[in-house]
């Protein structure tokens, strides 16, 4: 069933201003109807990114890209297609409305819930900077070395002791009790209505959109009630196995280099991302898990640095958050920091520099489990030795990518100083971890699919190019000779629209989309194209699939002529076929 309904994207369609939602990732400069810029894709010295007024595409004519609106955000954001449609809808104020039997809390309308904590934040950044209660808590960040810039750029709050002022704020702006309650703000206990957060500093939980969806709040005081942080309970905004706070200001550096910063705390995020660690990230108050590892990896994360406190329990942390990536074949590299020490206080002593070279030196992720579990388990004494073999044969037996199991053993071996055979095998020669684990099914098609990456090809040529090679399709292709359900629909839907209506965008596409189609087009910009060569690229990929599809008919023939059978009449009629096939290679028509 298609997500969105057609009335909602047209309305959606009618209200994107391009210039506006490019606006905060490149400084415009305008000229006779014509908006320039240096390219947000690549690095250039004089504008070749440029967007004519009224135009609903972009086009850089030094590096290529090109797109619409939803293309930006896939690109550049790494947002997945419906993210892009629903990032438009929040920035344009347009309500998307969603087809009958998707998922409750997606038809719910979520602005009204973003406006209460957008205002709340605001209230608490107010309580900081302006009202005497902030007093006590500026002291607290200044002994921190956090002045009123770090305050002022992160919104940085102060949540009252005393009820009264945010109640009357709340009463003030006419916010629905009902809604303060969903949105984790008020709670209700022996009959009263009391506030969530109170007698802490607020730290905004901003969603991609710059919108905030929840709060982290810390006490500064023993003897404030609960622990030295809470956080917004589950609300329809603010999911906490899922969110990663900071990704919104890392989101872009983290895709683009494909590896991140890990840390603890809200402050260590904060403090790395204005020094210019803008690839820091933090888990909100529970462990670090499998759904937030997932996100990265949807970002294309290969590496990941974790700066964890110098204690016991940062090591402890480490050791297994480390496990969740390396399990996923991500390297994971891990700071070592003094005992007692955490990243913001390696800043604020040691400057952005002396971070740096912690950086620098991140250690292996089997070297830093030797070292800990080492601590633990004497590896001097035989027993000792055997004892954390198996400990760390355990941490390896689970990782799914056999080169790294392969070579962690080959670590394992060098650093204790053990033959490689004998980790090779447990005991009476059966095989140990090197032996191949259970085949695992990609989640994504697109990698083990070879009819899907030759036929997106095909459909990523036709979008960048608006169209403009439709001809060229139709003088070759028949839709129904494509292979992949999703890209024969969508392939043929734009030679469709570009017929009839001389184009398209992929606003026309997203009211008939199923749900599990937005994959194919979360795969188009994944992949960097040269739009000066798009006819040529077209031209290449058409000729693959011309040939696929002619020897997979040469193939056909030839096992209906092996299995025996046929009367000789009809073998003799499928030779002939063969014959004339063999003899005549497909070959794209440019003409």
């Known amino acids: 069933m298609p997500l969105f309904t057609k009335e909602s994207l047209e309305r959606l369609r009618e209200r994107i201003d391009l210039v506006e939602l490019l606006a905060p990732y490149v400084q415009w400069k305008k000229q006779a109807g014509t908006y320039k810029a240096l390219c947000p894709f690549h690095k250039e010295k004089s504008p070749s990114f440029l967007v004519r007024q009224g135009d609903t595409h972009y086009h850089c004519f030094g590096c290529g890209a090109h797109g619409d ?9 790494k947002l997945n297609f419906a993210e892009s449609v629903e990032f438009l809808a929040q920035k344009f ?3 998307l409305s969603y087809e009958e039997g998707e998922v409750q809390e997606k038809k719910e309308d979520l602005a009204p819930l973003r406006s209460i904590l957008n205002d709340t934040a605001d209230f608490f950044h107010k309580s900081l900077v302006e009202e005497g209660e902030g007093k006590e808590a500026l002291a607290y960040l200044a002994k921190r070395g956090i002045d009123l810039a770090f305050i002022k ?8 002791h005393k009820e009264e002022g945010l109640f009357n704020f709340f009463q003030k702006k006419k916010f629905d009790k009902k809604l303060l309650g969903e949105v984790g703000l008020v709670r209700e206990a022996s009959g009263k209505s009391r506030a ?22 810390r006490k500064i005081k023993e003897e404030t009630f609960g622990g030295k942080y809470i956080n917004t309970p589950e609300t329809p905004l603010f999911k906490k196995s899922r969110i990663l706070f ?3 200001y890392s989101r872009r550096r983290i895709a683009k280099e494909k590896r991140a910063l890990i840390v603890e705390g809200q402050i260590d995020a904060l403090r790395l991302i204005a020094n210019g660690f803008n690839l820091t990230v933090a888990a909100l108050g529970t462990a670090f898990g499998e759904e937030h590892v997932e996100k990265l990896l949807k970002l294309g994360v290969t590496q990941v640095y974790l700066a964890f406190d110098g204690d016991e329990a940062g090591k402890k942390a480490a050791a297994k958050v480390g496990q969740l990536f390396q399990k996923e074949g991500i390297e994971v590299l891990v700071l070592k920091f003094p005992s007692g020490s955490d990243p913001d206080l390696i800043l604020q002593k040691e400057g952005r520099a002396g971070f740096l070279s912690y950086l620098k030196k991140g250690e292996g992720y089997i070297p830093f489990l030797i070292r800990m579990l080492s601590e633990e388990v004497s590896p001097k004494t035989p027993a000792g030795k055997n004892r954390l073999v198996e400990e760390l044969l355990a941490h390896i037996e689970a990782w799914k990518a056999p080169v790294m199991r392969y070579e962690g053993l080959k670590k394992i071996a060098e650093a204790l100083q053990i ?16 032996a191949p684990v259970e085949k695992v099914e990609s989640k994504d098609k697109f990698l083990i699919d070879q009819d899907r990456i030759l036929e997106t090809d095909l459909l990523r040529w036709l979008i960048l190019t608006k169209g403009a090679l439709a001809d060229l399709v139709n003088k070759n292709l ?8 999703p890209c024969q629909k969508w392939i043929g839907e734009i030679l469709k629209l570009t017929l009839s209506q001389g184009s398209f965008d992929l606003l026309d596409l997203a ?5 599990e189609e937005t994959e194919v087009f979360d795969l188009l910009f994944s992949k960097k194209v040269n739009l000066d060569k798009a006819k040529e690229g077209m031209v290449e990929v058409l000729q693959r699939i011309l040939t696929r599809n002619w020897m997979q008919k040469k193939e056909e023939i030839r096992q209906k002529i092996k299995e025996g059978y046929l009367e000789e009449e009809k073998v003799l009629l499928l030779a002939k076929e063969f014959d004339l096939l063999n003899k005549s290679p497909p070959k794209v028509v440019v003409g």
């Open 511 to 515: 009211s008939q989309m199923e749900k």
């Open 478 to 485: 028949q839709v129904e000779d494509l292979k992949d359900q």
């Open 69 to 77: 609106a939803i293309g930006f955000l896939m690109q550049y954001l």
């Open 419 to 434: 033959p490689f055979a004998m980790l090779e095998n447990k005991q009476k020669g059966e095989p140990l971890v090197v």
């Open 246 to 248: 900071g990704l919104n």
């Open 153 to 160: 750029f992160f919104k940085i709050g102060w949540a009252p």
């Open 93 to 95: 104020g347009i309500p």
């Open 196 to 217: 969530f957060f109170a007698d802490r500093i607020t730290f905004p939980i901003l969603d991609v959109t710059g919108n905030t969806i929840g709060f982290s709040a």
